[in-house]
Each structure stands twice: as structure tokens, then as C-alpha cells.
């Protein structure tokens, strides 16, 4: 399998179905901008921001949050339980299927 499927419903609760290639070495927040969502990344995807704050919406098992996601998330606005931030979520067969929610802007 070289690509999966990811539900995203945006800040609008419009529904975007995406395709995300497994062999690329993307991350979910890479994903959201190149289909120009409106997600800033603006660390990069190195868990120093929260512009890529998503809520997972499926009951796919996903890898524990690194410490630095962690810290990340206890500054971050509007966190939930199924909060993550998507530039740590590698894009793999794993998380085929897998449905989010971009969090509301901090602006």
C-alpha cells in the first residue's frame, strides 16, 4: 500500500477526504498543508508550536506523545483528551482510515 485515507474535518466542520502517500516520510501536519488547510506549521514540525493541533476523532492506536509534544500540548489553547499535534503523526498503513478535526485558531 502506498497510500491511505484520512478524514479531516475543518475549522468550518467542512469534511475533506485526503489520500497521504506511506512511502514519503510525511507527517499529518505536512499532509494538511499540502492540501492547503489552514494549519501554519510554523516550527516546522518540530513540537514547538501548536498550530497543527488536531483532535483524533477514530479509535486508531496511535504512538504515545513524545515529552516534547507533551509540554507542547500543556501550553497549546483548547486541548482535549484526543488532542495531538499532527507533525508528530507519521503518515503509515497504520492510520489508514484515520479521522481528525483541526482544534479551533488561538487567534
Known amino acids: 500500500m502506498s497510500d491511505i485515507s484520512i478524514t479531516v474535518i475543518d475549522r468550518d466542520d ?3 477526504e485526503l489520500e497521504a502517500p506511506t ?7 505536512e499532509v494538511f498543508k499540502a492540501y492547503e488547510l489552514p494549519v501554519e506549521g510554523t516550527c516546522g ?16 492506536k496511535l504512538p504515545e506523545a513524545s515529552d516534547d509534544e507533551e509540554d507542547m500540548m500543556d501550553q497549546a489553547f483548547f486541548v482535549e483528551d ?3 499535534l499532527g507533525c508528530q503523526l ?4 497504520d492510520i489508514n ?4 478535526k483541526l482544534a479551533p485558531s488561538a487567534d
Open 23 to 29: 512511502d514519503m516520510n510525511m507527517n499529518l501536519m
Open 14 to 16: 467542512k469534511v475533506h
Open 97 to 100: 482510515g484515520l479521522k481528525v
Open 90 to 93: 507519521r503518515i503509515t498503513e
Open 82 to 84: 484526543n488532542s495531538r
Open 45 to 60: 514540525g518540530m513540537a514547538l508550536c501548536s498550530t497543527c493541533h488536531c483532535y483524533i476523532l477514530s479509535d486508531h
